[in-house]
């Protein structure tokens, strides 16, 4: 079985302030990795994914996540954020074998000026 | 290309009526899913297909909801006798296979209200 844990329910920031969002997951096999971002009144959309190989990876717009494997975690970055990042933030996990993957609650990034 | 379209964007209904709620996917994408979203409770499955069938019906909430998929592409979400219960934001997506691997591609989603 497969879940996932976001921690924050809401993150509030200055903007230009670094923010994390936190996401753990259970898996007892090897696992994929999702963020996605979901803007108001959109659906979802692929920020960044783990799949193998190196365990940091970037978004294009400056975010980052780093799988790491004995905390079961993949944390979401970025070391300054805008006004337009402001939106809810939803974790994903897939594991071995499974076509669906579990997604977190979400987490509401909310920047203020 | 035109990403994953749904229809209505928008609908209320009244208690006990029945709602059909249309997705269509990204051309070529074999797998197809729909999730329920309500407020605080993040991405609900509820079924997903490949091609036409329907492996995994173990996320629909009660026998009053189905699902269909015709020539592969177009899905239809029937909710009958709507409860309270049934208001959410419903979201499809689609991806190129059902791999656990393979991105998904959301619609904007069905905001549904049952009065």
């Known amino acids: 079985a497969q879940s996932v844990t976001q921690l924050d329910s809401q993150v509030p920031v200055f903007e230009e302030a670094p923010v994390e969002l936190r996401c753990n997951y259970s898996?007892?096999?090897?696992?994929?990795l999702f963020w996605y971002v979901q803007y108001p009144n959109q659906g979802l959309q692929l920020l960044l994914k783990?799949?193998?190989?190196?365990?940091l990876v970037e978004s294009i717009n400056g975010f980052e996540a780093e799988f790491n494997k004995s905390q079961t975690s993949f944390h979401l970055r970025k070391p300054s954020v805008h006004i337009s990042d402001t939106a809810e933030y939803f974790c994903?996990?897939?594991?071995?074998?499974?076509?669906?993957?579990?997604f977190g609650r979400g987490t509401s990034l909310i920047v203020h000026p | 290309g035109a990403g994953v379209s749904q229809s209505p964007s928008n609908k209320v209904t009244e208690k006990g009526k029945d709602v059909e709620l249309r997705c269509d996917p990204i051309s070529g994408h074999t797998a197809l899913y729909w999730y329920r979203q309500s407020l605080g409770q993040g991405l609900e499955f509820l079924i997903y297909?490949?091609?036409?069938?329907?492996?995994?019906k173990s996320g629909l909430p009660s026998d009053r909801f189905s699902a269909e998929r015709t020539g592969g592409s177009v899905s239809t979400l029937t909710i009958q006798r709507t409860q309270q219960e049934d208001s959410a934001v419903y979201l499809c997506a689609s991806s190129l296979e059902a791999q656990g691997s393979l991105e998904q591609y959301f619609g904007p989603g069905t905001r549904l209200t049952v009065t």
């Open positions: 898996s007892s096999v090897s696992v994929y």
């Open positions: 783990y799949l193998s190989g190196s365990t």
């Open positions: 994903a996990v897939s594991s071995g074998g499974s076509y669906i993957p579990t």
């Open positions: 297909f490949q091609g036409n069938s329907a492996p995994d």
